[in-house]
């Protein structure tokens, strides 16, 4: 069994929503709801400036809610840098969010940071519960198959969080053991209160993580957010992170991220976006466009509850169209189709779950607003 160490979260109950993380921690801190809280960006931000630039989208890719704002569809440095980016990517990508994604194409999928123009692979791997096992090998072992099958497949970028239990202490552990360290695009997150307190709680995750630096740090459900992006902010001026997040997995929260994404600090939003929990299209991922914010998805497979939903159901086989073959794929590929969606991160402690998971990462994607409309009703029909 599971050493139940991560903040109230019950293993059994891990499909209904009474066992979300997000729920956890809600209570945790003080929530900011002024506006007044929030600083105003400048007209034309470096960061903007740098997602024009980096080409985050090529133009003209349609959307439903128009995600595209005007000034990113008819941008010519848009345009220029969009095909740019893809050719740097290997010159095959089709679609219109930057990917290396023609059938076949044996480049995993990867997407630009808009802030600084790096590319990430789009599927990564979250930690919460699957990696909170302890020091028992018998339970390491299969997460060290896990593990070691994301980097061969073409992953790197991992999340954990000091809230996770031993999560961070296990990941860290096993990238050792795998000498794979360098290959990971390392993720974590703060979630305490105080500014000592922030800085002693990172201090302590890196060394579970034996990392001296990493690449995002994260105020995990916007818990004491203006104390911590400070010293996040000094952080990343030494050179001891890359980039700067906030994270929730709420729906009821996203008016509170909003706000919260026209910080200058900020590089990437983490929020929850699925199949199931589809409101992230209303206003969070045309926004993360318009600022110039990479967005990584926690609860991209809805927390697993949407396997439930198509229980003993086929893939319909206009599946193939996307290069699609399981359902784990069907479910992550939709996301990913998502041109505002820089990194899904879908957790799994099971090795053949993630050889699937994985494989969303290669091929075609739903991007037409009529085939991610077909799939919508698959599955709810
Ligand atoms: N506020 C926050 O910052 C926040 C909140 C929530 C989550 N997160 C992050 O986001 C990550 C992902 O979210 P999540 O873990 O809640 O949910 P998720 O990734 O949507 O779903 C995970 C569940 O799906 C199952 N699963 C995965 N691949 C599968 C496959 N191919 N076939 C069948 N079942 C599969 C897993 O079980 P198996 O182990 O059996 O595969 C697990 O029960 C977390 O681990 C965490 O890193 C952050």
């Known amino acids: 069994m599971r050493k139940p160490s991560s903040v109230n979260e019950s293993s059994a109950a891990r ?9 956890s921690t809600n209570d945790s801190g003080p929530a900011h709801d002024s506006e007044s809280d929030v600083p105003s960006p ?8 740098l997602a024009r630039g980096a080409g985050l989208l090529a133009a003209g890719a349609l959307f439903p809610h128009g995600v595209l704002s005007g000034a990113m569809r008819s941008s010519p440095a848009a345009q220029g840098a969009g095909a740019g980016a893809r050719a740097v990517a290997g010159g095959e990508a089709a679609s219109g969010s930057g990917s290396a994604s023609m059938p076949g194409a044996r480049e995993i999928l990867t997407r630009v940071i808009p802030s600084s123009g790096e590319r990430i692979p789009a599927v990564g791997m979250g930690t919460w519960q699957t990696f909170d096992v302890g020091d028992d090998e018998s339970e390491r072992e299969p997460l060290r198959e896990v593990l070691r099958i994301f980097v061969e497949r073409g992953g790197s970028a991992v999340d954990a969080s000091p809230m996770y239990g031993s999560s961070e202490e296990v990941l860290g552990d096993l990238a050792a053991e795998l000498g794979i360290q360098d290959d990971l695009w390392w ?23 034996r990392r001296p630096r990493i690449e995002l740090m994260q105020v995990h459900n916007l818990v004491d957010t203006e104390t911590h992006l400070a010293t996040l902010q000094e952080w990343k001026d030494a050179g001891r992170i890359d980039y700067i997040g906030i994270t929730r997995s709420q729906t009821a929260a996203f008016p509170e ?25 209303e206003r969070l991922l ?9 967005v990584m998805l926690n609860r991209p497979l809805g927390g697993g509850a949407l396997f439930g939903a198509v229980q003993g159901r086929e893939l319909p086989q206009w599946a193939a169209e996307f290069d699609c073959a399981a359902w ?11 041109p505002a969606v820089t990194c899904a991160i879908p957790a799994t402690s099971n090795p053949d779950h993630m050889r ?4 969303a990462g290669y091929g075609r994607l739903p991007e037409d607003p009529a085939l991610r409309q077909r799939m919508i009703e698959y599955l709810e029909g």
């Open 15 to 23: 499909d209904s929503d009474s066992a979300r993380e997000s729920d």
């Open 42 to 49: 400048a007209p034309i931000s470096r960061r903007k400036a």
């Open 187 to 209: 993720a974590t997150k703060v979630w305490t209160e105080g500014a000592a307190e922030g800085i002693e709680q990172m201090e302590e995750s890196m060394g579970l993580l």
């Open 257 to 281: 991220v909003e706000r919260w994404m026209d910080d200058e600090r900020l590089d990437f939003i983490q929020i929850n976006y699925s199949m199931a929990e589809r409101e992230a299209e």
């Open 286 to 294: 045309p926004k993360a466009i318009d600022v110039g914010l990479a």
């Open 328 to 338: 784990s794929q069907f479910f992550l590929k939709y996301v990913l189709g998502h």
């Open 356 to 359: 699937q998971n994985m494989g």
